[in-house]
């Protein structure tokens, strides 16, 4: 009879287009599951791989960088990069291709970094281009620039934690003990699970004179010192000191880049020669291409890229009569030749992420290097402990070297030697450890004097060490004093250029050129944006969203309006329509979120078309209160693109509508009631962050619903939810009032 197969004798039946494989379900909560396989990815991603330290290095680059200095790199000749690549591989498991770009973005010959860390020869590409790609490893050479040994010299003084590495071969740091604030000066981005982190570079002079400024003084303005980021691509800041403060102070914001040009009247041109630290070349040839084709810049005759050896170089030939000056202010408005940077300075303390400001991250890392000034003083203030212990043992034996020799002469096993001194002369075994193994041509009175002569200087030294250990004062000296140092040895002057009073006036200019025609602006629920001339709108007017999204409303307007972005972060955004490319019915648009910069996980609420500001936004909170605001609060007279404090954050808002003149508007609860009453109740507010004042009278766990304009709300009985006085409770829906409509959320009255 032949053998059942295994399966069938336990009953288990095969698992269709599996090989090899019996597979079951396991009923497991949502919670578990997350617990056991994702938590523990998620917190791999952001502590291991995608967030900065306060040195403001990631695992990868001091893996990297650590490998180096054990290659002797630092103060060696340069190596072929595939060695080192092939030697981080000993610390760093994720592959070569990962180590190598590591290596290239920390080069110099890339030019990410304001003071690069690895001294390059041979092509590394650019970081200012897209295309330019890189040599692989085996034909380029490396090794550790100057800079680093500020970063390795404290190394080998036991002022950081050691740790096994992957395969607990050999150690490898948790930390570089940096000599300056390195988290400020060079810029990282990162990109984990549920949080992000996009640290700019600072000068280092202006960090090393901030950071000694605030150890003295710690209300002392960094502003004053650290006016502004600084970037290896050079390029004109434009500064805002309202945006700038808000970027120190909580480590959020944004700011403004441009490149910068030159005219030259000989051969009617422009030559670019720095663009901002975000965007490349190819980009803004791309994009001024695109520009050309669509008509809407027809001064440039050609644009190419002569970037050489010499640096980067995009020429623009002009067309007879074009205005230089207004053509560059139209690429500014259109291109990526001005772009904003994202602010995020997030960074892990102590293995938890926390966004800081500028002033908070200083302090932080003072504290830190604080502790490994006095890990460095601790550790050689054990070694001359040491030294001094040995030193003692050799001054006893000075009074009679013959018993020394004699002792050793007359012991006959060599195991006994060393506790026949300790019994002799009356020192321990390391001091007769060090006595035995003195070199016969040493047993002299001028070498044992001369060693001995040491131990008051020694003596001294440690009282002093001991002194330093004790005083907050002495070891914040030594830091200022490495700050000094440091400063005077590296530092560069600036090279991106602070406009502190940039001509905000030359954007009406560019706003007469930009052309004016009529557009369908469509917004979706989950803050997509669409601009459609009618041209394209009469070729398909079916539009195309999102699996999910739907239209919020549509608004036909014209290429030069403006949009006020509403968040859930109490902030307002500012753009212009002509800022977006015109698009077509089956396009998803742009994301607001991302087209405008916004914080991570910043959502959009509702989007305002201010026209010529005037009238009202209306906003109804949640604990059924009601702010009437001038829309003549959002006209700035600056470019500013991000107005904070846009309304107030005591209630979460549930409604925001914008009114040409006062209207009657319907008010629901939670609960099922409902209300109507003229806006013209409420009493304007001219401060943005206003909490309102009180429209409906709540019942308990109920809560504002929404509100609507009373022609869009679908109310048949008008009469019987009007009130006079505010607040007021309301009443109670009819099932007439409750008939299913679409209820737009079309902005206009």
Sequence with gaps: MPRKRKDEQTGKREVAGVMGLR????????????????????????????????DGFKPSHRKLLYTMYKMGLLNGGRTKSANIVG???????????????TMVRLSRGYGALLHPFVDSKGNFGKVYSRDMAYAASRYTEAKLDAICQELFRDMDFDTVDMVDNYDGTMKEPTLMPTTFPNVLVSA????????????????????????????????????????APDFPTGGELLYDPMEMRTIYKTGRGSFKVRAKWRYLKEGNLIEIYEIPYTTTAEAILDKVSELIRAGKIREIGDMRDETDLSGLKLTIDLKRGADPEKLMQKLFRQTTLMDSYPCNFNILIAGMPRVMGVGEILEEWTAWRSQCVKRRVYFQLGKKREKLHLLKGLERILLDIDKA???IRETELEAEVIPNLMIGFGIDQVQAEFVAEIKLRNINKEYILKRTAETGDLEREIQDLEETLKSDRRIRNIIIKELEQVSKKFGQPRKTEILYHWDAASGDEVEEETPDYPVTAFVSREGYFKKIPPQSLRASSEQRFKEGDSLSFSRETTNRAEILVFTDRFQCYKARLSDFDDGKASQLGDYLPTKLAMEPGENVIQVVFPGEYAGWVLFFFENGKAAKVPMSAYDTKSNRRKLTGAYSDKSPVRTILALEADEAVAVYSTDGRAMIFSTAQLIPKTTRATQGVAVLTLRKKAALDRAACLGQSGIVNQARYKCRSLPAAGAVLRPEDLEEKQITLDLEP
């Excluded at 030697?87 to 190598?100: F, V």
């Design 188 to 227: 990282n981005t990162g990109i984990a699970v549920g949080m992000a982190s996009n640290i700019c570079g600072f000068n280092l002079q202006e960090v090393c004179v901030t950071a000694i400024a605030r150890m003295k003084n710690p209300d002392h303005d960094i502003l004053e010192t650290m006016p």
């Design 87 to 101: 030697q981080t591989m000993r610390l760093n498991p994720h592959g070569d291709a990962a180590i190598y770009d």
């Design 23 to 54: 597979g079951s379900v396991e009923e497991q909560p949502i919670t578990e599951t997350l617990e056991i396989n994702y938590m523990p990815y998620a917190m791999s991603v952001i502590v291991s791989r995608a967030i900065p330290e306060i």
């Design 405 to 407: 020799i004699a002792i």
